[in-house]
């Protein structure tokens, strides 16, 4: 199974400061296949990123993704209060076991 | 508008059972494979289960050993989880997710809002 880390736990900013998360895969992922999810409390999963780069439909484009092989990042370039929320990476590279990091929370400095 | 509607959560004793649905609308339901993923009060994301379209391919997480079901019937647009000997940690919020395959990369695209279990005595 592959594991994925998810670092810091938690990320104290203010809004308008760039946020970077980084995850962190136990194998290499070659295909890239690796997602980003947002969850505000008491909400399901938003998907924001897909295939380490593509953002899904509707995301604004302050959120990005880049990463290769097992090192991976979402970033928010100016952050606005409804991104302080919790952010799960997700691996798709090792079929059928999908595995999510632990996630991070972004929380307002 | 894609929607995923779970139902079926609640109280249930160490060792009974429960059957999850998740109801579907705005897609062509037969055409995409569905998963359930997981979350305890208060912890991270797990993936439980996923089959496909078809129903004809079907996987599970390792710690579940056999003890839940994925179903689906095409006929009423609808996924299915029969969850048995259920124990405490199965207590979570479990959320259905409709899989995505574009630019050569998997995502769940859409989530359903969750239901929660609880088991307890």
């Known amino acids: 199974e592959i594991v994925l880390t998810q670092s810091p736990d938690t990320l104290s900013l203010s809004p308008g400061e760039r946020a970077t998360l980084s995850c962190r895969t136990s194998q290499s992922l070659i295909d890239n296949s690796l997602a980003w999810y947002q969850q505000k409390p008491g909400q399901a999963p938003r998907l924001l990123i897909y295939g380490t780069w593509n953002r899904a439909t509707g995301i604004p484009d302050r959120f990005s993704g880049s990463g290769f092989r097992t090192d991976f990042t979402l970033t928010i370039s100016s952050l606005e209060p409804e991104d302080f929320a919790v952010y799960f990476c997700q691996q798709f590279g090792i079929s059928p076991r999908w595995t999510f990091g632990q996630g991070t929370r972004v929380e307002v400095k | 508008e894609v929607r995923l509607l779970e139902s079926g959560g609640g109280l249930v004793q160490p060792g009974g059972s429960l059957r999850l649905s998740c109801a579907t609308s705005?897609?062509?339901?037969?055409?995409?494979?569905m998963s359930w993923v997981r979350q305890a009060p208060g912890k991270g994301l797990e993936w439980v289960s996923a089959?496909?379209?078809?129903?004809?391919?079907?996987f599970y997480a390792d710690s579940l050993r056999g003890r839940f079901t994925i179903s689906r019937d095409n006929s009423r647009d609808t996924l299915y989880l029969q969850m048995n000997s259920l124990r405490a940690e199965d207590t979570a919020v479990y959320y259905c997710a409709k899989y995505s395959y574009d630019r050569g990369s998997f995502s769940f695209d859409v989530w359903g809002q969750g239901t929660m279990v609880t088991v307890s005595s």
């Open positions: 089959i496909d379209g078809s129903g004809g391919d079907i």
């Open positions: 705005g897609f062509t339901f037969n055409n995409y494979a």
